[in-house]
């Protein structure tokens, strides 16, 4: 059993911890929302007063919260200089490299063991402890870490060094923004074409323009698995969060000196969809967007 605190218990959070209680350990969780420590404290964690009452006594700590400037905060002054000497510090929060690797040095500077772990999967795979997790951290760290998300996990892969998770959670969520616009773009095509949607997707799954936008996820009601586009759009992964994904592989990209135009032309047009009204709809509703049939579609 490991005493571990859990700091972030939103719409990710809340599963994740409440799947390490499950798992047998103590879970130290604290949030600014009371409302969030009162459904831990049901799911069977510890509610503490605050983030240094968390990590003060925990072998393992674990965030998972909004963005870069808050964890870059709640490292800087509540977990670092507070949490026992050799803890393993691990942040599963989607944020911008240069913030993770910040964050993991100081963490390092202080004695601390650190990793990014950034996840795939959304609020079901937080409930069912079924999150793909890449993890940025010194090799000697990995089993460690691995370990310590195993609760929450399908799958746990070694990204590389420090940064490395948010280097790959990034260039993944990316080539998916790109890869669905494409595909919303086939289906609204064959469509003008007279070409069926279930005949296109019956042959394009079988041939090269093949995709997990395509296949998995489909953007077309009543084709393929059952998808956010059979309730509509409702759910899934919010164009909001996309957004926010495309946007920090643009700051990586213009920092780093990479030429990533499609996923520039991805943010561009994913910004004008949430402006459009449409931010909490799932990613794939871009199809009817594009299609011009956006009666039944709701806005925010
Ligand atoms: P959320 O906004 O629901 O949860 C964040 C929580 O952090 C909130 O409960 C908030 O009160 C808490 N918080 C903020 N500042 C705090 C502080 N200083 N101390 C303690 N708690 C604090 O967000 P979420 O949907 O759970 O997402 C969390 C992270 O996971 C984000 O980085 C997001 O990009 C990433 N992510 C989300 C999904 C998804 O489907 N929701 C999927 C993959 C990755």
């Not at 990586?252 to 949430?274: I, M, N, R, V, W």
């Amino acid at each position: 059993m490991t005493r571990i605190a859990f700091i972030g218990l939103g719409n990710m959070g809340a599963g994740m911890a409440a799947n390490q209680a499950k798992a047998g350990h103590t879970v130290l969780a604290f949030d600014l929302s009371a409302g969030a420590l009162k459904r831990a404290a049901e799911a069977g964690c510890t509610p503490v007063g605050s983030v240094r009452d968390a990590v003060m006594n925990a072998e393992v700590v674990i965030t998972m919260l909004p963005a870069g400037q808050h964890v870059r905060s709640v490292y800087a002054e509540e977990i670092v200089g507070h949490s026992q000497a050799g803890a393993l510090v691990i942040d599963c929060s989607t944020i911008d490299v240069d913030s993770a690797r910040f964050v993991a040095a100081l963490a390092v500077g202080s004695g601390l063991r650190a990793a990014d772990a950034p996840v795939s999967g959304g609020t079901a795979a937080a409930d069912a402890g079924s999150l793909a997790f890449m993890v940025g951290c010194e090799a000697k760290d990995f089993a460690a870490v691995e370990a310590a998300l195993t609760p929450m996990a399908r799958v746990v892969i070694h990204a590389g060094a420090s940064g490395a998770g948010q280097a790959a959670k990034i260039c993944n969520n990316m080539l998916l923004g790109i890869s669905m616009i494409g595909t919303c773009e086939a289906f609204a095509l064959a469509d003008k074409l007279g070409l069926e949607a279930d005949r296109f997707f019956e042959i394009a799954s079988k041939s090269s323009g093949q995709c997990w936008s395509l296949t998995t996820y489909c953007p077309v009601e009543g084709i393929g698995p059952a998808t956010p586009a059979d309730r509509g759009y409702e759910g899934g992964f919010a164009t909001a969060m996309m957004l926010k994904d495309l946007k920090l592989a643009q700051e990586a990209a213009a920092k780093a000196g990479a030429s990533t135009p499609l996923g520039a032309q991805a943010e561009a047009l994913y910004a004008l969809f949430a402006n459009q009204g449409y931010a909490q709809r799932d990613f794939s509703a871009v199809l009817p967007w594009l299609s011009g049939q956006t009666e039944t579609l709701k806005k925010d």
